[in-house]
């Protein structure tokens, strides 16, 4: 059974940093691709970072590159979210999703597993 849990969420004055982590148990491998989206209250999930399996291919939306940085560690399964001069905008839940089975990597439709979410909330 897949289980992705994402954490690091939390409050932060505009212009800081967070790391968010996700951990994705019980996938097959390491080439699966795994990515950010993030939802504002009130609007659909968009998709913010993605990185290809075996480490490869970032890449981000335009709202957030230059600022954010996606990585990952295969030996531990796991996908960070680095995020820094952080804007009130950039508040919003942040969802980590892994094993991409469409064509669009920002479509929420496109990922198979999800985590349940964390929030981060950037105060002015």
């Known amino acids: 059974q897949v289980q992705v849990v994402e954490s690091g969420g939390g409050t932060v004055q505009a212009g800081g940093s967070l790391r968010l982590s996700c951990s994705a148990s019980?996938?097959?491998?390491?080439?699966?691709?795994m990515a950010w989206f993030r939802q504002y209250s009130g609007k659909d999930r968009e998709g913010i970072a993605y990185?290809?399996?075996?480490?490869?291919?970032?890449e981000y939306a335009n709202a957030v590159r230059g600022r954010f940085t996606i990585s990952r560690d295969n030996a531990k399964k796991m996908v960070y979210l680095q995020m820094n001069d952080l804007k009130p905008e950039d508040t919003a839940m942040y969802y980590c999703?892994?094993?991409?089975?469409?064509?669009?990597?920002?479509?929420?439709?496109?990922?198979?597993?999800w985590g349940q979410g964390t929030q981060v909330t950037v105060s002015s």
């Open positions: 990185i290809g399996g075996y480490g490869g291919g970032a």
């Open positions: 999703a892994a094993h991409l089975i469409g064509s669009r990597w920002h479509s929420p439709g496109s990922w198979n597993h």
């Open positions: 019980g996938l097959t491998g390491d080439g699966y691709s």
